[in-house]
Every structure is written in C-alpha cells, then in structure tokens.
C-alpha cells in the first residue's frame, strides 16, 4: 500500500496537514484529526516488509515511533458537490477552493500536496467479494465489514498464494488479482467450463486519482507593512493538463 493511495497513513510521513474536504464530515472529521501526523505519532518496522506492530514483532523486527509534528489537527470541512470527473466550476459559479491561512512559522521555500482520494464501495458488508460462500455472511472471522472505509491489516488473507490459484468461492473479503469464477451461476455440473475472469487490479481499489505538487517561496512579512495587516496571495487559474 503507497503512501499516495491512503490518507491518513500509517507510516512517517514528510507532509504537515493543512486541511481535508471530504463528502461525509460527520462520519469522517473526527478520525482524520485525530490520526493526522500533526497530532498523533507514526510507528514502522525495522524491517520494512512488515506494516504493523504485531507483525513486525513476529518477524523478529523492532516496532519504532516518529513523534507527532506537535501542530494543530487539519481543518476537516464538507466540500462543495460538484459532478463526477468535472473540472470547471462547482455550484458557486467559482472553482473548488479553499481559503489558507499561512502560519507564521512557516517560511522559506515549501511545497504545496493537493491529493484527491475516493474509497469506493467494492467492499460493502452485502457485496459478493465480502461474502462467505457456505453462511453468506461477512467472510472475516476476526472482525466483519461495518464500514468499508475501516480495512485494516485484520483482513489480509492468511493464504494468499493458495487462494490465487484456485476458484474463487467468497471470502476473505479482500480479492486477489484477476479472480477467476462462475459469477453468473452458469454451472452446468462442470464448474471449469463456465469460469468467467475478472479483471481486476487491486493496485486500483479505492486509489488516489490526483496527486500534484506546488512549490512556492513564503517570505518574511515587509517591515513596512504592519502585523495586524492582512496579505493575500493572489493567483489566476492556468490551463490544466493532461488527466491521469
């Protein structure tokens, strides 16, 4: 799992958070500020093949903490609905903004992450991949799917190389790439005849779609203008480029 595809991260990151727009801020607010690097410190493994505290244990490695960046959370609003894949304006006749206030410790040259994430919902409690094939019930034992948002390290496979190879009968709730089974129920006695392959690339569920970067320069407030003066940065919207 990158860095770039999930927000917050696990690991130490370099990024300070400024703010989050999100379509749910009653269900989502809270758990972005409080797992925010600003506020929370962020562990990893001596060995980095492992993601998680037990893990990395287990595999002989020695679990380490980054302390937090000791600032405020992120500012975590409702953003303004516009339609899917649109780039021109939204509702107010302007561009999606958002309006930021630049702290008086930062200065020199920085650099700007706009990031824009979606978390599908391939991984609904009632969704075929999240079922198990004999109860047709939530396929994880350890903890069921109440909220595709929340998939943690509990729902890794505990077999992954065996599950690859053979038919897909539901459960665990994560698939495997290109799972291959008679998803329309063609059966005819002869399971092998009517296998249909999905292509299905799980490098793509719930992916960052957006991730750029500006760099800029902040410089020290003009002696000559005064502290409690207000200064704005004024810029003008380009030509966007290519979508990727």
Known sequence: PEE???YPYWHPSPWHDI???TDEPQARCGYYQSESQNVKAKGYCSE???????????GDG?????????EPPP???GGMRSRDNHNGNVRNGKPMYYVW???DYVSGRAVLRLRYNITTADLDPTALISQDEESG???SQEREITDQFFIDETFND???STRRRSIFRGGPPILANDPQADWVNLGNGDEQTRLLQLQFNTAQVARTFEDRTHTFLVRPRPSSVPLGARLVNYNVRGRRGNIV
Request: glycine share 2%; net charge negative; with cysteine.
């Open 101 to 103: 206030r630049i702290p």
């Open 158 to 160: 505990r077999d992954p």
């Open 137 to 139: 019930g939530p396929a």
């Open 62 to 70: 020695a679990w380490k903490e980054q302390p937090a960046f000791e």
């Open 75 to 77: 500012e975590c609003v």
């Open 4 to 6: 770039r595809d999930y």
């Open 48 to 58: 980095p093949e492992f993601n998680n505290a037990e893990a990395c244990v287990a």
């Open 19 to 21: 703010a989050v727009l």
